[in-house]
């Protein structure tokens, strides 16, 4: 039984792998686009419905303008680099959202939302385009596929692991059960999300500098980010997201290529 289950899990990890553009990786797509997008549209549109959406003023014209290059840039370097059906099946959407909180996301699919909260630190369009290009890669790198992926394949090893300690007394098998969650939240799953976050970072530097943003203003929007989190933070193992140090240094290393790329298209910066 504790075989079938490995040999199994193994091989739906195995055919069930995607290569992504972006990042050159093989990645895990235990659940197709075709079930997340229509679920992500349909969430979006109930958060549209229970939220305060901001229409007709500059900062929500920003927003869809910001988010149209941004959407543009990722279709010109997909085209180029033999592409072109890979956003088939995405809906573009941005909106701003009435809320203090500093923060932006995009749905799979392209679904974007400001909140109203970020722009202060934004404060000019590359700001924006920084936010922008950083949340769209997250959707354009399947991050959230990844994610449901990881964590189906954490609850098939927590499965496996209880039928191998089944003969176990009931305190060995928690205390196997808690150390596995631990270890995997901690050694798996974190680290897994900080990559996520570099992996974003780099792609969403590639997208603003292609829509004509200077990259270089990327540092100075973290920078900003940085200062307005303020307080205690937990150590970087803790956490989903790289340290702002650790972000800002991968940044400007990242940058140089970012440069590269847009130079591709013409684009270039002083």
């Not at 997250?138 to 191998?164: K, T, Y």
């Not at 004509?212 to 100075?220: K, L, M, R, S």
Request: aromatic share 8%; net charge positive.
């Amino acid at each position: 039984m504790k075989v079938r289950i490995l040999v199994m899990g193994a091989l739906v990890i195995a055919i069930s792998c995607a290569k992504n553009p972006f990042t050159g990786k093989n990645t895990m797509a235990l659940v197709p686009n075709s079930q997340i997008f229509p679920s992500s549209f349909q969430q979006y549109s109930q958060f549209l419905g229970e939220n305060k959406v901001i229409k007709g003023t500059k900062d929500a014209e920003r927003v869809e303008n910001v988010g149209m290059k941004i959407k543009a840039a990722a279709e010109r370097w997909l085209n180029a680099n033999g592409k072109e059906d890979y956003l088939k099946d995405y809906k573009w959407e941005y909106n701003l959202v009435d809320n203090k909180e500093v923060n932006a996301w995009c749905m799979p699919g392209g679904k974007i939302v400001f909140y109203t909260g970020i722009l202060p630190i934004c404060q000019n369009d590359a700001g924006m385009a920084t936010v922008m290009g950083h949340e769209v890669a997250h959707a354009l790198a399947n991050h959230g596929q990844q994610r449901m992926s990881a964590g189906m394949i954490q609850q098939l090893g927590a499965v496996g692991l209880g039928v191998a300690a089944g003969g176990q007394s009931k305190e060995t098998q928690a205390a196997i059960m808690t150390a596995y969650g631990i270890g995997t939240e901690y050694g798996g799953m974190m680290p897994f999300s900080r990559s996520h976050e570099s992996e974003a970072d780099m792609i969403g530097l590639t997208l603003m500098a292609v829509a004509g943003y200077n990259p270089d203003q990327a540092i100075e929007f973290w920078q900003r980010m940085a200062a307005n989190a303020g307080g205690q933070k937990p150590p970087e193992f803790m956490s989903t997201h790289p340290s702002d140090e650790t972000r800002i240094a991968n940044i400007k290393k990242l940058i140089p290529k970012a440069k590269e790329e847009a130079a591709k298209f013409g684009v270039t910066f002083k």
